[in-house]
């Protein structure tokens, strides 16, 4: 059965990308255009230069984090929607530490901007977490309520406390010069890549990097790990088994909110410099999309928000250059998830179906040589 399972999550999610893209071809056609030419043109806007290479990585950072933390949750059984709420306290608290400090060097202020971003996601994610452990609350509900919460008292700090002076746009000052993450292109240069200046890939893309590794890590190969999984696929079971259920769901949400408020490296350190009001764009949302693409393991996760880069980087393109809007790019989104949904509930079926006969049979074969065997001792 673990080859089954692992069989299904490679193929299912697979499947339903060519069958996204099948459909969308239909839609395509539809508008009157060639499905060869549109999707050309998207990829080309990828993957035919350097930088758009780099903004595929750029939009995929985000998403990387966004997805980390829904992936998390769903490990512990836990269904946090609340990213979007999440990423906003971070990238908030990020963003008053960068502005709460008036000289530090970058060894020291980047990394307190990091812990601060985390520990802002890790705060909001913690109250619905709690509400789950000790009352049973719906952890949906709660996160629901809490992006409402978060978006409406960040905007409201932004507009009337933290406001740059002179500016129509509600978004802060920018934070600490010390703090911001550097741009990859020099770096990429002095390894012969030729990055434009222009491109906004930063720093952020390693600690989506490291933060992947480290979910990976924390997950199968931690004690903690170990009980956020068994808590996962059978709380009454794990309770039983001495874990404290409670204790694990709260630390699951913990991090999974940490994850979520790591979005700030991205958007207040590497990219924009500042938070500023209303930016995330569904980012948390899309997290959820991430990870059930990503069938909710980290190294899933990443391919998924690749994907998702890329299909962002090339809408651009199909938008300037053809007549197909780029919404069409949504469409494939949410046909995909759809469709990885399905396809997994289909193939798992009908993969059992097969081999559970066969195992059935392997399994009286072994009882029948075990009888023998212990029959002659």
């Given at each position: ?11 299912s999610p ?19 255009e060639?499905?060869l ?10 993957f ?6 780099g ?9 990387i ?15 946090n929607?609340?990213?979007e ?14 502005l709460?400090v ?25 109250i619905?977490?709690f ?8 952890e949906?509900i709660?996160?629901i ?6 978006i409406g008292?960040?905007s ?18 920018k934070i ?9 292109a ?6 012969g890549?030729?990055?434009p200046?222009?491109?906004p ?14 979910a ?16 996962g696929?059978?709380a009454?079971?794990a309770?039983n ?14 991090l999974s909110?940490a ?6 490296t ?12 209303n ?7 899309m ?7 990503g069938?909710n ?6 391919l998924?928000?690749?994907?998702f ?7 651009l ?8 809007p ?7 989104q ?17 993969l059992?179906?097969?081999?559970r006969?066969a ?5 009286d ?7 023998a065997?212990g029959e002659?001792?």
């Open positions: 059965m673990k080859r089954l399972a692992r069989f299904t999550s490679v193929l697979v499947a339903a990308v060519a069958a996204a893209f099948l459909v969308g071809g239909l839609v395509v056609l539809a508008i009157g060639s499905p030419r549109i999707y050309g043109i998207l990829f080309r806007g990828a035919g230069s350097v930088d758009g290479v903004l595929v990585l750029f939009n995929a950072c985000p998403l984090f966004a997805g980390l933390a829904v992936a998390f949750a769903f490990r512990a059984g836990l269904f929607i609340g990213g709420g999440q990423l906003y306290i971070g990238s908030f608290l990020c963003a008053w530490a960068g709460s008036s000289s530090l060097t970058p060894w020291l202020a980047i990394p307190l901007l990091v812990v601060a971003a985390a520990a802002g996601g890790a705060l909001w994610a913690s619905p977490g509400l789950k452990a000790r009352f049973g609350v719906h949906v709660n996160t309520m809490m992006n409402f919460i978060a008292l960040t409201y700090l932004v507009v009337n406390v933290f406001k740059e002076a002179g500016q129509m746009t509600p978004q802060t000052p600490l010069a010390s703090a911001h993450l550097p741009r990859l020099g770096a990429a240069r002095a390894l890549i030729p990055l200046d222009a491109n890939l930063n720093a952020s893309i390693l600690i989506a990097l490291a933060a992947v590794g480290l990976w890590f924390i997950l199968y190969r931690t004690t903690l790990g170990y009980e956020i999984r068994a808590v696929l059978n009454a079971a309770e088994a001495g874990i404290n259920v409670r204790r694990t769901l709260v630390l699951a949400m913990l909110g994850f979520a408020g790591l979005v700030a991205n958007e207040v350190m590497g990219f924009r410099h500042r938070f500023l009001d930016f995330s764009g569904g980012i948390g949302f997290g959820i999309a991430v990870a059930l693409l069938k393991t980290p190294v899933g996760v990443l998924a928000a690749l994907l880069g890329v299909l962002n980087t090339g809408a393109e199909v938008d300037v250059f053809t007549d197909v780029r919404e069409l790019i949504l469409v494939l949410a046909i995909t998830i759809i469709l990885v949904v399905v396809g997994n509930e289909v193939l798992t079926r009908r059992e179906q097969r081999v006969p195992e059935a049979t392997g399994a074969g072994n009882a029948d040589a075990g009888a065997t002659a001792a």
